[in-house]
């Protein structure tokens, strides 16, 4: 073996205190050391085509380059041994620059720390073998489970680039939460107004033909990595054909069935016919086959009691419809399809902590005590009261009691604050103000947050509204909620006040992951926080991106966050998607992976314990550990855990950093 | 860790105190004058590394007794190689990680801390001690704090003296070549 040494005096950097004539004299005689050549500058443009000349003419079959910190130059001499026709990892760089003549004062004993640093180079190199970078083909397409702003925007912005996306939405409606709302804060904006325009781009704008929209399915299986995964989607039963039914909702109104309206949280009753609400898109009905009449009959189950004859073939939706035949398609059917992706964007948004876990607010037992998703709705034109406020027994409130915090910032619940909550809060303020001109508007909170450049003056609206208090109080604990005459009675055990006297109570509680989104972790194998989010590869570098390569996240998903924030992270979420996954570009794999010797390996899985990419999987037929080399990121903690010896890391094996360390020490 | 593996009668130090030196303060003194301490600094690429060229981009001087090899991550550091360094001469090991929770590969350090606990305890049956073996975090930032504990490890190890290894390099029996031809290794993680 040929090993070649050059050294640089980087101008007098190195060599005002390491000689390099006495470095070539320590290291001569050093096994395969076949010559020792000094430049002024090796990365200087000349000092690079001397480099590539001689690497050419003396034919080395390994390489030492002894000058500044590798940080700096390592990607330069790499480029001039893959120029020079040389494998670029068959060299060692020696730091004799930052880690030696820039930090010692001594001349000789500057000369004899590069000396030895140079030494364990030149053992170690002989160690490297060539190592080649990989390519694997990628699907450029995009799977984004999750219709809210988040997961809409990223779908549209992906989708404008002319890449394939599937939008995977629970919901039989897209839009998510805020779709739901009649205003938005901080400026009061009609939300439906809003969010129709993107909503349209997405079903009938120029790029829609690229989104494949799933309303009512749900993600129930991924397998594969970044650039190729597999998911398997299950598509729930509409039944109603969404490309023919025009939307008319004839077939609503003839329907003989009411149930509980989940979309108004309750507050009103919907048909089993029913469009989510008014304005939803896809605009378009479904049927609810646990309400349905028919249903009761096709698909007995224990809970469903027999049902009367005449009953089981209702058709009154089907013979309703203006369009005929066809459209209502009662056989429809329950499907899984498979899709192959890319990338994964979840945007599965958030939901509200369980105010009913604070007995003392009485929710759930007063009825006039509402979440704030609840006053939302009733606030909304396309509500249960179609946007009239209202008690629960219909009269016209005198008196609104917001209670802030609810779990926030407690370390009994959630020792978060979510940040948006005093936003909606002064934002019920002013639209109380505007619907009932004296009502009084209670508000009790532990802290009153209001960041960025429009929410305080949203704050100032609130306070000058004339009926309006502000009181604070230390502990969601001190609040005792009772109803009293058919009002609400709201007091503070701290306080030696009267117990405020209100007709409704608006419970603003922490924003908290949604139900299934463990599940949905699980299957994913992406990692919780906490709290239970979505954990993000890093809070601030990289809020987008989950801790396994190819899922990106957007939204209330990751974080409690507002309509703002998600709708700007679903970009970020598409711009790495769109940076790292391009169209007709293979995947480059990094060869600096571990890698397993399976004749030595026992199968006892202490390397899938410790590696925290999951990028060691499991060959069951085998009984063996297998890398995968696209997820493998080369740290090289599972190869120091092995107990047996079979886990290697490339071009940091124990042979090349034993000999480093016998070198160093020579 | 199976300390089964081990075979005492071939790790020599292992009976021995190592300390002897220090009940006699004359010799102390004699060791410290002229005594240079060999150390091997294993730094990750991402923290300390930095850190240590931070420390050179500003100039710092410090004492030239730390070789340093570098690593991609400080979870990389296999027990072995902290054996192997004094088995090839070394007097004193450092690693250095990034912070907690700064770990460019989400949690090495937390495994080469653990790692280096297992350690200490082996250090001091092994008669090595366990001052002898540093564990500490730097960030890229860090050029100062580089300094400061590369300065005290050669402190501690210059008062500590050399290892008193008659023999010890017979431990190579159990590493490098050795170990790949033997098949075993003399600690597992």
């Known amino acids: 073996m040929k090993i070649g040494v050059y050294f640089c005096n980087c101008g007098t950097n190195i060599s005002d205190k390491v000689d390099s004539g006495q470095v070539g004299q320590k290291i001569e005689g050093i096994e395969n050391v076949s010559y020792f050549k000094t430049l002024e500058l090796m990365c200087s443009e000349e000092g690079k085509e001397f480099l590539h000349n001689d690497l050419i003419g003396e034919k080395p079959d390994r390489v030492v380059f002894a000058a500044c910190s590798p940080r700096e130059h390592e990607n330069t001499f790499m480029r001039i041994l893959s120029g020079a026709d040389m494998n670029p990892y068959l060299m060692q760089m020696v730091n004799i620059r930052e880690q030696v003549a820039w930090v010692t004062e001594d001349k000789d004993k500057a000369t004899a720390k590069a000396a030895n640093f140079i030494k364990g180079a030149i053992k170690r190199v002989s160690f490297h073998k060539p190592l080649e970078k990989k390519s694997i083909e990628m699907s450029p397409d995009v799977l984004i489970i999750g219709a809210g702003p988040a997961g809409l925007k990223a779908a549209l912005t992906i989708a404008e680039t002319g890449r394939k996306v599937t939008l995977v939405e629970k919901r039989p409606v897209v839009g998510g939460q805020p779709v739901l709302y009649e205003d938005v804060f901080p400026n009061l904006e009609c939300a439906p107004c809003m969010l129709e325009p993107m909503l349209n781009e997405i079903l009938h704008g120029e790029h829609a033909e690229n989104i494949e929209i799933l309303t009512m399915s749900e993600v129930i299986d991924l397998s594969g990595f970044y650039g190729n995964f597999i998911a398997k989607i299950r598509k729930s039963p509409r039944f ?213 450049k429009e929410e305080y003056l949203l704050y100032k609206r609130a306070k000058e509204n004339p009926n309006a208090s502000f009181t604070r109080y230390s502990s969601i604990d001190t609040i005792g909620i009772n109803s009293e005459d058919g009002r609400v009675r709201v007091k503070n055990t701290e306080s030696g006040k009267e117990a405020l006297i209100a007709d409704m109570v608006v419970l603003c509680p922490a924003m908290v992951p949604t139900k299934g989104s463990g599940k949905l972790g699980e299957l994913l194998d992406t990692t919780n926080d906490m709290f239970g989010f979505f954990e993000e590869l890093h809070g601030r570098l990289d809020s987008a991106r989950s801790k396994v390569r190819g899922i990106y996240l957007a939204g209330t998903c990751q974080s409690p966050m507002n309509i703002q924030q998600a709708i700007t992270q679903g970009m970020a979420a598409a711009g790495y998607v769109l940076a790292g996954l391009v169209e007709g570009k293979k995947l480059d794999v990094e060869p600096i992976t571990a890698a397993v010797d399976e004749d030595r390996c026992a199968g006892c899985r202490i390397c899938m314990t410790v590696c925290p990419y999951k990028a060691i999987g499991f060959d069951m037929e085998k009984q063996k550990a297998s890398v995968n080399e696209v997820l493998c990121l080369g740290c090289g903690t599972c190869v120091a855990a092995c107990p047996a010896g079979a886990m290697s890391s490339n071009h940091f094996t124990n042979d090349a950093i034993y000999a480093e360390i016998e070198g160093v020490l020579a | 860790m199976n300390e089964d593996n081990v075979n005492r009668d071939n790790v020599p130090g292992c009976c021995n105190t190592g300390l002897e030196s220090e009940s006699e303060p004359e010799l102390k003194f004699k060791f410290e004058s002229e005594f240079e301490p060999k150390i091997v600094g294993f730094l990750c690429n991402w923290c300390s590394y930095a850190g240590a060229d931070k420390a050179g981009g500003s100039q710092k001087s410090y004492p030239p007794n730390v070789n340093v090899i570098k690593v991609m991550c400080s979870g990389r550091v296999d027990p072995q190689f902290v054996l192997k360094a004094y088995a090839a001469g070394a007097d004193g090991v450092l690693i250095l990680a990034c912070h907690p929770g700064d770990c460019h590969y989400k949690e090495g350090n937390y495994r080469a801390l653990q790692r280096h606990r297992m350690l200490l305890r082996m250090l001091n049956q092994l008669g090595i001690g366990s001052e002898r073996c540093r564990f500490d975090y730097v960030s890229a930032g860090e050029g100062d704090r580089f300094v400061k504990i590369l300065t005290e490890m050669v402190d501690t190890i210059r008062t500590l003296g050399p290892i008193n290894r008659p023999g010890l390099n017979n431990i190579d029996e159990y590493s490098s070549e050795k170990r790949s031809e033997n098949g075993y290794s003399i600690i597992g993680s």
């Open chain 1, 240 to 452: 109603v054909d969404k490309e023919q039914c025009i939307g008319c909702g004839e077939c609503i109104g003839v329907c003989p069935v009411a149930v509980k309206n989940e979309f108004n949280n309750g507050l009103d009753d919907r048909k089993a016919i029913s469009l989510s609400f008014a304005g939803g898109l896809p605009n378009v009905p479904f049927i609810d086959m646990k309400a349905c009449l028919r249903a009761k009959v096709a698909a007995p189950s224990a809970e469903v009691a027999a049902t009367p004859a005449e009953n089981e073939d209702c058709r009154l939706c089907d013979q309703s419809c203006p369009l005929g035949e066809g459209i209502i398609k009662f056989d429809d059917e329950e499907e899984v399809i498979e899709k192959h992706m890319g990338a994964i964007i979840v945007a599965v948004g958030a939901s509200l902590y369980d105010a009913g876990l604070i007995p003392g607010l009485g929710y759930g037992k007063i009825p006039d005590v509402y979440t704030a998703f609840e006053f939302e709705r009733l606030l909304s034109s396309s509500g249960p009261t179609g946007g009239e406020l209202k008690t629960r027994s219909g009269s016209t409130p005198e008196s609104i009691a917001i209670i802030h915090c609810v779990g926030s910032l407690d370390s009994n619940h959630k020792e978060y604050c979510s940040g948006i909550c005093c936003q909606y809060a002064f934002k019920f303020n002013l639209m109380i103000e505007h619907k009932l001109h004296d009502a009084r508007v209670h508000h009790l909170y532990k802290e009153l947050v209001y960041p960025g």
